[in-house]
């Protein structure tokens, strides 16, 4: 019962924090939100049983997500979203609406929220949760997929990042080109 | 009926949460903002998945003593990855935010488009 | 902000707890919530508050970006070296039963071996990528 309000509460503050993402002019507000709405899914998480996941949606949206995010305004210095008054966005509310309708419409197949027989409990899951402690020794069960079962996928994830730091650095570390010294003389 | 929106609401409202942050990608002109609406839509995405692999009376899946049930840990693996390429895009988007910035002057998508169509 | 006392003294006391806290989630990631990617991210906060609170110029001076990119690219190194040093073992690649005599010990180490590949590269990455950002309003 309890775990139910506090779920009701957590995703109440969620969609309340979405809403003023959408609407608020102000970047560096909307920076400030991002990060307290990383931070309430983090909570999320956490009464949905995923330690693992919410450590690292914690450390990595409310963290480094924000703080790049920061950089970011602090280098292209512009504080407020430019918006003229008569904006009128019925195509994308449309759309979002027919996506939206079509999602709900899927959602309705679902087995229940916590259900123990669902489709994605069976199979591969319980071969997992008996076997992994004989077979690697390791009580933490998403480490030992995440490392070892998986391995390969973690050896994908890893290369990414690596990819995505190069990238960042090739972009942003090198000194500025002739293009922008060209236009600061001029 | 009531046991029906019970076992389904927090779907609806990550469905809900999933298109708030749509709609802010499509709709909207300002470059930071998009990005903030991705990650919005990414994070709902987490949240669905994390809601298909609890189980009721279960515990986060490390093997102790005392428990029976546990969580279904694929799908923590799962969005694990996800979390971490997910902050690599962002962090290789705000970097050309940047460096958009420096080559057009704003980063309004209006101006970029106009200064496109203008050369 | 290496003028504001309170600032300065509260780095100094946090910045060593939060390493030593990065350590311990590091290698206790097979017993409790934890493992490579969120010991990576925790370790590069701890070099972030300093950069923030001492200066780009002094945080470059203890960890320069040639060591960053060397070290994120060790890291890449020590996970396809465990698989490749499999390989040579007589397994397949990333079979870590063939690295020790027991099967468990096997598995055990190669998933400590590549869970430190995975911290390495992510907390020099993380740092990487912030030196990039603060570095360019520099010049």
């Given at each position: 019962m309890i775990d139910?309000?506090?779920?009701?509460?957590?995703?109440?503050?969620?969609?309340?924090?979405?809403?003023?993402?959408?609407?608020?002019?102000s970047l560096f507000a909307i920076v400030m939100l991002f990060g307290i709405f990383s931070l309430l899914s983090a909570g999320l998480f956490v009464v949905m049983d995923a330690a693992?996941?919410?450590f690292t949606e914690a450390a990595v949206g409310a963290g480094i997500s924000t703080v790049l995010m920061l950089g970011t305004l602090a280098l292209t210095r512009q504080h407020e979203e430019k918006h003229n008054g008569k904006h009128r966005p019925i195509l994308p509310l449309l759309v979002v609406l027919v996506t939206g309708a079509a999602l709900i419409y899927g959602t309705l197949d679902i087995p229940a929220f916590g259900d123990p027989d669902a489709p994605a409990q069976q199979h591969v899951v319980p071969r997992y949760l008996d076997k992994a402690v004989d077979e690697t020794g390791v009580p933490n069960i998403v480490t030992a997929v995440l490392a070892s079962y998986r391995g390969f996928d973690t050896?994908?994830?890893?290369?990414?990042?690596?990819?995505?730091g190069i990238g960042v650095f090739l972009l942003l570390a090198g000194r500025r080109t002739r293009h922008s010294e060209k236009e600061n003389a001029s | 009926m009531m046991e029906f929106v019970l076992g389904h609401y927090n779907y609806w409202i990550v469905v809900v949460l999933m298109m708030?942050?749509?709609?802010?990608?499509?709709?909207?002109?300002?470059l930071i903002k998009k990005i903030a609406g991705l990650n919005i839509f990414q994070v709902?995405?987490?949240?669905?998945?994390?809601?298909?692999?609890?189980?009721?009376?279960?515990?986060?899946?490390?093997?102790?003593?005392g428990f029976q049930h546990y969580s279904n840990p694929l799908t923590h693996v799962l969005i694990l990855t996800a979390i971490v390429v997910g902050v690599a895009t962002t962090a290789l988007g705000l970097a050309l935010i940047v460096r958009i910035k420096e080559a057009y002057g704003s980063i309004e998508e209006e101006d970029i488009h106009l200064q496109d169509n203008s050369l | 902000m290496k003028n504001?006392?309170?600032?300065?003294?509260?780095?100094?006391?946090?910045?060593?707890?939060?390493?030593?806290?990065?350590?311990?989630?590091?290698?206790?990631?097979?017993?409790?919530?934890g493992g490579g990617f969120q010991a990576g991210v925790i370790f590069s906060s701890a070099f972030i508050l300093y950069t923030l609170v001492y200066?780009?110029?002094t945080a470059q001076q203890i960890i320069p970006l040639r060591i960053l990119?060397?070290?994120?690219?060790?890291?890449?190194?020590?996970?396809?070296?465990?698989?490749?040093?499999?390989?040579?073992?007589?397994?397949?690649?990333?079979?870590?039963?063939?690295?020790?005599?027991?099967?468990?010990?096997?598995?055990?180490?190669?998933?400590?071996?590549?869970?430190?590949?995975?911290g390495i590269t992510v907390a020099s990455v993380m740092i990487m990528i912030f030196f990039s950002f603060a570095g360019r309003g520099r010049q």
């Open positions: 139910l309000l506090i779920i009701i509460t957590l995703l109440a503050f969620l969609l309340v924090t979405a809403i003023a993402i959408i609407r608020i002019h693992d996941v919410a050896l994908g994830e890893v290369t990414v990042i690596f990819t995505a | 708030a942050g749509f709609y802010t990608v499509i709709s909207r002109g300002n709902s995405v987490f949240l669905l998945y994390i809601s298909i692999g609890n189980v009721r009376d279960g515990t986060t899946p490390i093997i102790a003593q | 504001n006392l309170i600032l300065r003294i509260t780095a100094k006391l946090l910045i060593p707890f939060i390493i030593l806290f990065a350590l311990y989630v590091q290698f206790h990631g097979d017993f409790g919530p200066g780009l110029e990119q060397i070290l994120a690219s060790l890291g890449v190194l020590i996970y396809i070296g465990t698989g490749v040093v499999a390989l040579l073992l007589g397994g397949e690649f990333l079979n870590y039963s063939v690295l020790a005599d027991a099967q468990i010990t096997g598995q055990h180490i190669g998933i400590l071996v590549i869970e430190l590949g995975v």
